[in-house]
């Protein structure tokens, strides 16, 4: 390891002068940005004169030319009409240049997390400011943080939300939300007050529902904070979602208790009947929320229906639907957090189903861009914040917030955790308490309720609570979030499962529900997996109907899940460049016999294994290609069984060529058994010359062009293309076939995924390709270059 | 319920010890048992087969079939029964037990060896120990069996594809002349690993008595 950290130190060097620059110039863009509002503060002047000189020239037109022109201005400044816009795209710059830097920085970034980095970078930079111009800008305005730095974070979090160990864990997560965070909040208000009581803490000004209400505040896991942590760590998923989905459902707790303790300073005295109303309050608070949220999804899956025609702007409607769902629900003073989560998780199935691949690409990845950068702009304006103030620093009430904190949430952990250990069925254990209690991380969106209160009415008060905030958040962001991961480490709590899913567990998982329901029916009570089934099959019967379009509405959830695996070997199979992975051996049809898995013999020599992989059951494939397709080469092919193949080296040359063929038949092959399959499900197999006729006038059907290397007679001509990017793709096929050199080597396959890709690409994925290459990308836009090259 | 009256307290804390359950989910069970064959003793296909309920899961003959199984008695018999008594059904169920606060890693381990085994005497239909690709087939048209022809289709390649799956992540290094005849009970185990069958494999058995649902008979 030591020489290890040695070669990290001189690789560190290396790279330390464009890191070096980057912050240099991170530098510079800031002044600039903070000097020019210097400059900004004359132009106003600058501005306003040659306006008062023409109109005043104007004026004086009418009683004498003798006013002198001013010259035309050649460069001006004007930097005012620019200001707000130009300085978002500072601070947005710099959040990213930081990202980038942090990762030249392996070292460092391993040890703290991102997020304790940024915050300091956002305290430097205060300070830098307040040094310039000895006032920092406001920059974590409520509105700003509310309405555009939050919804992309919370909309990313919700769009990906696992839904399965979500709703299996719902139960649990709810008794932390709803309970731990009104237990938090009672004990913190309640002892906070306690302690403001006593009299040498010059802080007796504070009532009981101010205490009260700054428990509220604090008291709620803040979900970027967990986010931003918990991605760092892996830890396995049942923590994760657990701690992630508290965050997340705790919003409408924290927005009631916070609108009824604000309400209720005013006023002074809380009665029964406004605790009734505040439960009330609570559900609608929730459940609204959430239909809101809910309605949006399906109005946004149902536009979603209706998008092949106009494929490019389907992330915009999932992203204005979400959105909207957050205001409207804000609106009513619902959770707009509990909305946008809804609206995102209700939505997905149906909406991944309707649009194209490279919709779905664009979905993620923008979701993905505008988290990330709003993330990393909430921890810089943390640190900005922290430099502005107003401060007011009492020893007293910051250290027994702290304190409390942390002891309410442990106290709450393990009790509720002991409550709820008899409801479950698999048992959290301490260590999994212990990282629950130690997840409760705060963050920005208890400083904005913070900087929220009216300051009017928290005259004294607002100082001191915005202090205490600050300093948890800081406290748990740094000490908690930097000693997390070695603790995790420590106690070798289970991480991630990093596999992927495999067709056997998603087949494994279907029976298992399956299995289960029956079970439980047996049994004769209902329980979780008959409601969960109930479910499923009214999905099924009604909505999907209802939602998706064409034919995916009847999918089987398996077979869409393997498609989508298939699609995804696909994929790969032709980034990879297409030719040198073979499609695997499929298990014999005919004879039934044997299953031949995919082989790694040693690399082959070509004179011995010119051909290693072909099977009897492929050679029947092929086989049975081309006896429906074109009678005559069937003698042929049939000398070429396996045993001469391998061993007769002189014919190598023709056997490439014929493998090559063969390749395209099974591939045309595959395609004919779709196009039968999908658009007839249940048709007869017709003769050959029936059946190419059918494929003439098959819209679906694909030019496959041989690859040019003198193949001999046998040509396969099918109907022409539907779009130019179709053809784009098996074009690439057969090209990067003709790029090896190496002739036809089947090369032995390097994991398990692609192997199965070659054997089935064909198949299924030409509907899936249809869909994803039929919307008007770049791709379509390359070809039309095409004639302009020379 | 006069059948109830000779079950005796007993009976009952032998059975516990077998099954792992306590003695009220056992008098639940028993309750239910009785529903279920019309107060005999024994029940046969066609009373499972009743269970209106059922009617809409594609597995349902593999599951009845799987409480006949002699070999999910933890005894070595092959075979099936015609009809079981309580004791059979008792431990077939408990199969679907979960795991407590207080089970110990092997005991875990043992849980889902047994759940593990459970499902693969499901899939291994003729009994020979291992799930061939004709086996694995039929599962997988079963779990398809509502989607109509499509699912027939689909599921042979899917089948195929899985088989493939468990062959080359056990075996990765067959020759062009091996043949792998089927999953065998540990290559199952394998491709499992990642599902966690002793969290997951299990069903709520009610500690106290409700009224039981109308079993529509």
Sequence with gaps: ?790 | MGATQTRSGQEYQELAERTGFSAEQIRNLHKRFQQLSGNEDTISREHLKSIPALANNPIRKQIIEAFFDKRNQHGNELGSYEEIGFEEFLMVMSHFRPPTLRTTEEEKEAMRKEKVRFLFNMHDTDGDGKITLVEYRKVVEELLSKSGTIGQEAAKAIADAAMLEVASTNVPNMGPDDFYEGITLEHFEEILKGLEMETRMHVRFLDVSTTNVYCGK
């Design chain 1, 1 to 790: 390891m030591f020489w290890r950290r040695a070669a990290h130190g001189r690789v560190g060097f290396r790279r330390s002068l464009p890191e070096l620059g980057l912050l240099l110039l991170a530098t510079l863009v800031l002044l600039e940005g903070s000097v020019l509002p210097l400059g900004a503060a004359s132009s106003p002047e600058t501005g306003i004169t040659p306006g008062a000189g023409v109109s005043h020239g104007h004026a004086d037109k009418n009683h004498s030319e003798t006013k002198h022109k001013k010259p035309f201005p050649v460069l001006g400044l004007n930097y005012d009409s620019v200001k707000t816009p130009f300085e978002i795209s500072l601070w947005v710059l710099l959040a990213s240049l930081m990202k980038l830097g942090f990762h030249l920085l392996p070292r460092v970034s391993s040890i703290v997390p991102e997020s304790c980095l940024l915050i300091v970078v956002g305290l430097l930079v205060g300070g830098g400011i307040k040094l310039i111009r000895e006032e920092v800008p406001p920059v974590l305005d409520t509105k700003l943080f509310f309405y555009c730095l939050l919804p992309p974070i919370i909309l990313d979090a919700g769009y990906f939300l696992p839904i399965r160990p979500f709703m299996e864990n719902l139960g649990t997560i709810l008794m932390f939300a709803v309970v731990g965070t009104l237990w938090n909040a009672f004990f913190v208000g309640g002892f906070l007050f306690a302690v403001c009581q006593i009299p040498h803490a010059s802080l007796s000004h504070i009532g009981l529902l101010p205490c009260l209400l700054f428990g509220s505040i604090i008291s709620a896991v803040d979900p970027v904070a967990v986010l931003a942590v918990f991605e760092e760590i892996h830890i396995n998923e049942l923590l994760h979602i657990l701690v992630f989905g508290e965050s997340l459902l705790n919003d409408a707790v924290t927005v009631v208790l916070y609108h009824l303790f604000e309400e209720f300073s005013e006023a002074g005295t809380v009665t029964v009947l406004d605790g009734f109303l505040g439960v009330i309050s609570f559900l609608v608070v929730a459940l609204g929320g959430v239909l809101v949220g809910a309605f949006y999804g399906f109005v946004a899956a149902l536009t979603s229906r209706f998008t092949y025609h106009i494929r490019v702007i389907e992330p915009l409607f999932v992203f204005v639907y979400s959105y909207m769902a957050y205001l409207s629900a804000e609106v009513f003073h619902l959770s707009g957090i509990m909305a946008l989560i809804a609206c995102g998780a209700v939505m997905r199935p149906y909406v991944e189903a309707n649009i194209s691949h490279k919709s779905h690409t664009t979905i993620k990845y923008f979701l993905k861009m505008w988290s990330s950068v709003s993330e990393t702009l909430i921890f810089i304006f943390l640190g900005v914040a922290t430099v502005e103030g107003p401060h007011q620093w009492n020893w007293v009430f910051v250290t027994a917030t702290v304190i409390l904190c942390l002891v309410s949430r442990v106290i709450g952990v393990v009790g509720l955790t002991f409550v709820i250990n008899k409801f479950r069925m698999v048992n959290l254990t301490t260590k999994d308490q212990f990282i629950i209690a130690y997840g409760g991380l705060r963050g920005a969106i208890a400083f904005s309720l913070g900087f929220l209160l009216d300051i009017e009415h928290f005259k004294d008060m607002r100082e001191i609570f915005l202090t205490a905030i600050i300093t948890v958040v800081f406290f748990t962001v740094f000490v908690q979030g930097m000693t997390i991961k070695p603790l995790v480490e420590l106690l070798a709590v289970k991480k991630k499962q990093e596999a992927k899913r495999s067709i056997n567990e998603e087949i494994h998982t279907q029976f298992l529900d399956h299995l289960l329901t029956g079970i439980e029916d047996i049994c004769g009570h209902y329980g979780h997996h008959h409601w969960k089934d109930k479910l499923n099959r009214f999905n099924k019967k009604y909505v999907k109907g209802f939602l998706i379009a064409g034919e995916r509405s009847k999918e089987p959830q398996l077979i869409a899940f393997y498609h989508k695996l298939e699609m995804k070997q696909a994929i790969q199979l032709v980034e990879s460049g297409g030719g040198s992975k073979l499609p695997s051996a499929m298990p014999s049809t005919v004879s039934m016999q044997n299953i031949q898995p995919k082989n790694q013999p040693p690399p082959p020599k070509p004179t011995e294994r010119a051909l290693p992989q072909l099977t009897k059951g492929r050679e029947e494939e092929i086989r049975k290609i081309l006896r429906s397709n074109l009678q005559r080469t069937r003698q042929r092919l049939h000398s070429y069984n396996r045993h001469t193949l391998v061993a007769d080296p002189d014919e190598e040359g023709f056997q490439d060529i014929i493998l090559k063929k063969q390749k395209m038949m099974e591939l045309d092959r595959k395609i004919k058994e779709m196009a039968n399959y999908l658009s007839v499900p249940s048709h007869p197999k017709d003769s050959p010359t029936m059946s190419r006729a059918r494929l003439a006038s098959d819209p679906q059907a694909y030019n496959i062009k041989l690859p040019a290397g003198g193949v001999p007679t046998i040509q396969v001509d099918l109907a022409s293309p539907q779009s130019p990017d179709s053809v784009n793709l098996l074009d690439e096929i057969g090209k990067a076939e003709q790029k090896e050199d190496s002739g036809l080597m089947m090369k032995p396959p390097e994991s398990n995924g692609p192997e199965k890709a070659g054997e089935k690409d064909g198949w299924r994925d030409q509907q899936k390709l249809t869909r994803c290459l039929s919307d008007p990308g770049p791709g379509a836009e390359e070809d039309e270059d095409e004639p302009f090259l020379p």
